[in-house]
C-alpha cells in the first residue's frame, strides 16, 4: 500500500490497493441492502422514450473506479437485454479481471477520475456508475470530480453515485466486547476530522463537515431529476451458519478499515498517535474473534442519482 501525489499536489489518497477478494465480497452485501445494482428511476427512465434513446442497440455504462468490475459484471448478468457497451475505468488496472474471460462488449481502462476523459468518450454514455470512491476524493475534490463524470453522459444520461456514512457497532449477544472493533474505527477520526481539503477516510459522505453535500453538488452541476435514497445495512440478518451474511459484511469493512490505517503509515506519520504495525495487526484478529462472538457493524448505503438535462448545451456539464 503505496502513497502517492497526484499532480494537485493535494493532501491526498492513499493508494489503497484493495484486496480483490474483500471488494467482490463487499459488491454481495452491498447490493443485498440497496437492492439494486442500477436505481430503479434510472431503468424506467432509460427503457421509456423518453430516455436519451438513439440508434445504437443497448445502453452505453460507465463504472468510475471499477475495481475487480464486479459491478459491472453483474450489470451484464442481470440486465442482458438492456446493455450494449459496457466500460470500467480506474487509476490502476491491478484489480481488472484478464481480458480473456471477459464478454465482447466489456471493456476495462486506465483512467484517473480527477483527470478530462478521451474526447472519444465525452458525451456517450446513458449510465455512468461510481460507488465507494471516497478515499480517493477529498471533500474539495467532489464537485470537480462529478463535474469531470458528467462530461462522459449523453443529454438525458444518468449519473449513479454511492457510497457509505454512519458507521455503528452493536452486540447481538450480551457481553460481548466490541473494544477491538472501536478502536480501529477510532483510529481513522484524525483522518476524518480535518477539513474540507482532505480525505474522506470511512464511511463519511452524508456527513455535513465542511459543509460539502454531494447531493446539493449534483443540483449545482444542473443535474435534474437529483434524487437521494438511503439504506441501513441493518435490514441484513444472519442466517443460518453458512449464509451468514451480517457477519460476512461486519469482517469485510473492519478489514477495509485495517487496510487504511496500514496505508496510512506510507502517508502520516501514525506512530505519533501510539500506533504500530503489531499493534495494528494485533486489534485486527481481536476485532475478528469479537465478530465470531457476535458483534456486528450496520452503515448506510447512499444512493445518489441525477440526470443530464437535455436541450442545447448540453453535452458538457
Ligand atoms: C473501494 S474500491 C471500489 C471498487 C468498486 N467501485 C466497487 O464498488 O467494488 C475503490 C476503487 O477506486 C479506485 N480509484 C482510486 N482512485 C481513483 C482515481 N483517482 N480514479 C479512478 N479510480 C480510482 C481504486 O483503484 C479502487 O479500485
Same mark, same amino acid.
Given at each position: 500500500m503505496a502513497q502517492t501525489k497526484r499532480s494537485t499536489g493535494h493532501a491526498i489518497s492513499p493508494d489503497i490497493v484493495e484486496a480483490t477478494e474483500r471488494l467482490d465480497e463487499q459488491h454481495i452485501f452491498t447490493t443485498k441492502t440497496l437492492g439494486f445494482l442500477i436505481h430503479p428511476n434510472i431503468i424506467t427512465s432509460l427503457s421509456s422514450h423518453d430516455g436519451p434513446g438513439d440508434d445504437t442497440p443497448g445502453l452505453k455504462v460507465a463504472d468510475i473506479g471499477t475495481g475487480t468490475g464486479i459491478w459491472l459484471l453483474d450489470v451484464a448478468k442481470t440486465y442482458p437485454s438492456l446493455c450494449g457497451q459496457l466500460v470500467g475505468f480506474d487509476v490502476?488496472? /491491478?484489480?481488472?479481471? /484478464?481480458?480473456?474471460?471477459?464478454?465482447?462488449n466489456i471493456t476495462f481502462n486506465v483512467q484517473d477520475m480527477h483527470h478530462p476523459f478521451p474526447e472519444s468518450e465525452i458525451g456517450t454514455y446513458d449510465i455512468v456508475a461510481v460507488r465507494f470512491v471516497s478515499s480517493a476524493t477529498s471533500r474539495v475534490e467532489w464537485e470537480s470530480t462529478a463535474k469531470n463524470l458528467v462530461t462522459l453522459l449523453k443529454p438525458g444520461g444518468w449519473l449513479q453515485w454511492i457510497d457509505s456514512c454512519n458507521f455503528s457497532l452493536y452486540c447481538s449477544v450480551p457481553g460481548t466486547s466490541r473494544k477491538a472493533c472501536q478502536e480501529i474505527w477510532d483510529g481513522l477520526e484524525p483522518y476524518r476530522l480535518k477539513g474540507g481539503d482532505d480525505l474522506v477516510i470511512g464511511l463519511m459522505m452524508r456527513e455535513g463537515r465542511a459543509g460539502v453535500n454531494r447531493e446539493d453538488i449534483g443540483k449545482g452541476l444542473g443535474l435534474v431529476e437529483v434524487h437521494e435514497d438511503v439504506f441501513s445495512s441493518d435490514r441484513l440478518q444472519d442466517g443460518p451458519p453458512g449464509l451468514e451474511i451480517r457477519k460476512m459484511g461486519t469482517k469485510n469493512v473492519m478489514e477495509c478499515f485495517v487496510g487504511c490505517l496500514e496505508s496510512l503509515f506510507g502517508a502520516e506519520d501514525l506512530a505519533v498517535n501510539g500506533w504500530t504495525r503489531d499493534k495494528i495487526k494485533g486489534l485486527e484478529k481481536q476485532a475478528m474473534e469479537e465478530i465470531e462472538k457476535g458483534v456486528y457493524h450496520t452503515l448506510d448505503q447512499v444512493c445518489i442519482i441525477g440526470r443530464k438535462a437535455t436541450g442545447p448545451g448540453s453535452r458538457t456539464a
Open positions: 490502476t488496472f /491491478s484489480s481488472f479481471p /484478464s481480458p480473456g474471460e471477459l464478454p465482447s
